[in-house]
């Protein structure tokens, strides 16, 4: 129940890798890690959902926090190895629509 | 006559911490009731976006205080009422109150924490608000297909 985020950054390029539950009691931390990555001219941040095994619109809110950041500071964003029961809350509320998103299923849903 | 069912009642701190706690609970009745492996991921959302609601709720009122989660464990559906209070439930009661939420309810904290209304009215059957005494807010999920739309609600994509 908790979620531990792991950053490694290269050539421009922040990897995010989170594990574990993204909700009210995480999302908080998960969002001061994820901004400041998405205020460098340039810079790529990649963030792995491969082990996020459940996110709720607390989560939802930090990615559309991130996703303004990077249209401010010339930034990209893009979420990767998602899995569908949390694809699916991106699709439902139509972000998948603004967010650019890899799931771990191609066009699952 | 009174339609028999199992009352379950749990009682947090109206702290963010003990969110993923009521999920395990939620998760282990609806595993219980043979709720399929996606409608008890519907139904852990669901029931977080409620708490988020009344944990925001609480800590902007006091600070703190209590979230009463109710199950109502039916032969063919789950209830869920959770209470940004601290106090027992009255089903009878709360249910006489209750009804479909509206634009001029006081409910505004559902609405600006974003899209957690909107969930909770995709992924569950019936939601139903009472806010006589603080927010109560009353989800039902039911067990099998024909259950579902019952409420004529659709789930749909905001395209």
């Known amino acids: 129940m908790n979620l531990s985020?792991?950053?490694?950054?290269?050539?421009?390029?922040?990897?995010?890798v989170?594990?574990?539950?993204?909700?009210?009691?995480?999302?908080?931390?998960?969002?001061?890690?994820?901004?400041?990555?998405?205020k460098e001219k340039g810079q790529v941040v990649e963030v792995d959902f491969q082990d996020v095994?459940?996110?709720?619109?607390?989560?939802?809110?930090?990615?559309?926090?991130a996703l303004k950041s990077t249209k401010e500071h010339a930034s990209t964003m893009r979420l990767v190895h998602m899995q569908d029961r949390v694809y699916r809350l991106f699709k439902i509320t139509g972000l998948t629509e603004i967010i650019n998103i890899e799931s771990t299923v191609q066009g699952g849903m | 006559m009174?339609?028999?069912f199992d009352f379950v009642e749990v009682k947090v701190p109206a702290k963010a911490e003990y969110i993923g706690v009521v999920r395990l609970s939620i998760s282990g009745i609806a595993n219980r009731m043979g709720f399929t492996y996606e409608d008890i991921e519907d139904l852990k959302v669901a029931i977080s976006e409620a708490i988020t609601n009344a944990v925001k709720h609480a800590y902007k009122e006091t600070g703190e205080g209590e979230i009463t989660i109710g199950f109502g464990v039916y032969q063919d559906r789950l209830e869920?009422?959770?209470?940004?209070?601290?106090?027992?439930?009255?089903?009878?009661?709360?249910?006489?109150?209750i009804g479909p939420y509206k634009q001029d309810d006081d409910i505004e904290e559902l609405r600006e924490g974003g899209f957690g209304l909107f969930l909770i009215d995709a992924?569950?059957?019936?939601?139903?608000?009472n806010s006589k005494y603080g927010v109560i807010v009353l989800m039902t999920k039911y067990l099998h297909e024909t259950g579902v739309g019952q409420n004529g609600d659709q789930i749909t994509t905001p395209q």
Do not use: C, R
């Open chain 1, 53 to 65: 095994n459940y996110m709720d619109s607390t989560g939802l809110g930090v990615f559309i926090s």
């Open chain 1, 5 to 16: 985020i792991d950053v490694t950054n290269n050539e421009g390029v922040s990897n995010v």
């Open chain 2, 2 to 4: 009174m339609e028999p």
């Open chain 2, 80 to 97: 869920v009422m959770v209470a940004d209070h601290g106090g027992s439930f009255n089903l009878g009661e709360i249910k006489e109150d």
């Open chain 2, 123 to 129: 992924l569950m059957d019936k939601v139903e608000i």
């Open chain 1, 18 to 38: 989170l594990t574990g539950e993204v909700d009210a009691f995480t999302a908080p931390k998960l969002k001061d890690t994820l901004l400041p990555l998405t």
